[in-house]
């Protein structure tokens, strides 16, 4: 796995659940992480609230880790390392990222966003620039590898049998995977430049689109990473793999070709979200279960609805609320801010309901609070069940300072403030 760039280091003090608790009383609960990923969601997973340990309120298990941060003498952070039932120290790494947007860009985009006065498109635009590119707002970090596809970005010509892709999807037009870099930098600039030219023609070729984007771009690039594909489309599909359809014209299309597809990219590592815009209704059946087989279904959603698997924005009364929200919890899942579980010595298994997260730097020391309630800025959430995750405003912390290093001390109480010292 690639090192990250700005060289923090993870201590890892780890206890294990075959083992008893040191520091805190058995809880009496099974320390479960929450409903499981459903299939192919693999390590990437959702943010989960862990009952069971302490911070629950002890009311129907609900968590009541609420996020925030604190600052720690040594003796109290020596206390949080000494608390761990086996001390383990090594050099660790966050979880590179390669991001793929594939990005419906079809006449009917230009239809008026619920809840705004702006097209689809307008809003979709501003989201994009916004959470990618740092638009008035921070983007996406630089160590995160970007491509972008826009589809079709040209006026289609279709046929009733297959023919080159550049007859219904401008590829050319497609950027290619890259670290996106600092601020003002060439390849955040040239996605940005991407973004604002992209063009509304008629012809949804989702297939076509999505199938470049993966065989082109992602499972080439060299990377030790995780990879992951995003599809934003309003509707159906009306053109098939081949800028092809049947009756010679534009008109939806089976949509499970493409189910297949994402399929196949999650049989070879690529995880696929789904964003349905407005007008996509029709298509959220199929979406859904694309989801769970792309691996981002979040846990307890129904592949039937109403709480499908995928990021369904049709019925947000604020199309461009829920869009940067989605937008935003995407960013979180791919920022280098994640930290993967180490493989445990002896075949143990990791009590994830149980971790202490620490920032260091220059003898100063921080606790960052576990937050369980969703949106966060300072704190983290445990992602998957084998991630911790920093929220924005924590990350952003230890991006912007290389010597900063993160203590992940597992197997006993985690704090919702310093320890007291006896």
Known sequence: MLKRSLGVLVVLGMAFAALPGCGDSDSGEEGGTGAAPPLGRGGMGPIIGV????????????????????????????????????????????VPSLLQLV????????????????????VTRDALLEAVVGVNGSGLPASVSVG??????????????????SACVDTDAR?????????????????REAIEDAELEQSTP???????????????????????MLLITDGAP?????????????????PDPIVDEIRRAAEAGVKTFLIGSPGSEPNRDW????????????????????DYCHMDMTTAPNFSAALRAGLSEIVGLVSPCRFAFAEPPNNQEIDAGKINVVLSNGGQHTLVIRDDQGDCSEGWQLAGGNEVLLCPDTCERVQSDPSMTVTLAFGCRSYTEPPIIE
């Open 51 to 94: 009952g069971g340990s302490v911070g629950s309120s002890g009311a129907g298990g609900k968590s009541s880790f609420d996020g925030g941060t604190a600052p720690l003498t040594d003796d109290q952070f020596e206390l949080i390392q000494n608390d761990s039932c086996a001390g383990w120290v090594a050099e660790g790494e966050s």
């Open 103 to 122: 990005v419906d860009v079809s006449s009917s985009m230009s239809a008026r966003a619920p809840g705004t006065n702006e097209s689809k498109w307008e």
């Open 148 to 165: 972008l596809l826009f589809y079709p970005n040209k006026r289609a010509e279709v046929r009733e049998t297959p023919q080159d892709i």
């Open 175 to 191: 950027v290619p995977i890259a670290l996106l870099g600092p601020e003002n930098g060439s390849h955040r600039e040239r996605i």
């Open 206 to 228: 989702t297939h076509d689109a999505y199938r470049h984007a993966l065989e082109e771009a992602v499972l080439p690039a060299s990377f030790d990473g995780e990879k992951f």
């Open 238 to 254: 009306t053109v098939a793999l081949g800028c092809s359809n049947p009756a010679g014209r534009i008109q939806d299309v089976d």
């Open 287 to 306: 979406m859904s279960y694309a989801a769970v087989l792309g691996g981002t279904a979040p846990p307890g959603c129904d592949v039937d609805g109403p």
